[in-house]
């Protein structure tokens, strides 16, 4: 059985960091993409980003505007993990945040903010960005 755990969320003042991290079990997921989702209140699941292999030694990530130049995922496949590191936070940015991983090798860019993109999810980890 496949299972995606996160930790790492928790309450932090505007501006502040924050570290998420997600630990994969059941199989190995080195060469597929995994990435967070994140939920605010009364709005639809939105994408954060996703790392992806790209055939050779990297994994680069694609990210979603709101986020970029402030969040960086990364992953370590001999652990199985996947991180978000969070800086330069914002009350929008509350919300639960989901890890994600999906069984399709060669995602395209354009499908990876698509939910039905992803076949594994985790429970999710509440962000709170408040003053």
């Known amino acids: 059985q496949v299972q995606l755990v996160e930790s790492g969320g928790g309450l932090v003042q505007p501006g502040g960091s924050l570290r998420l991290s997600c630990t994969a079990s059941?199989?190995?997921?080195?060469?597929?993409?995994m990435g967070w989702f994140r939920q605010a209140p009364g709005k639809e699941r939105e994408f954060v980003g996703t790392?992806?292999?790209?055939?050779?030694?990297?994994?680069?990530?694609y990210y979603a505007s709101s986020v970029k130049g402030r969040f960086t995922i990364s992953r370590d496949n001999d652990k199985n993990t996947v991180s978000l590191q969070m800086n330069s936070l914002k009350p929008e940015d509350t919300g639960v945040y989901y890890c994600?991983?999906?069984?399709?090798?060669?995602?395209?860019?354009?499908?990876?903010?698509?939910?039905?993109?992803?076949?594994?999810w985790g429970q999710g980890t509440q962000v709170t960005v408040s003053s």
């Open positions: 790392t992806r292999w790209n055939g050779g030694n990297a994994y680069p990530a």
């Open positions: 994600v991983a999906s069984s399709t090798r060669g995602l395209l860019v354009g499908l990876m903010a698509n939910t039905g993109s992803y076949d594994y």
């Open positions: 059941g199989r190995t997921f080195s060469n597929y993409p």
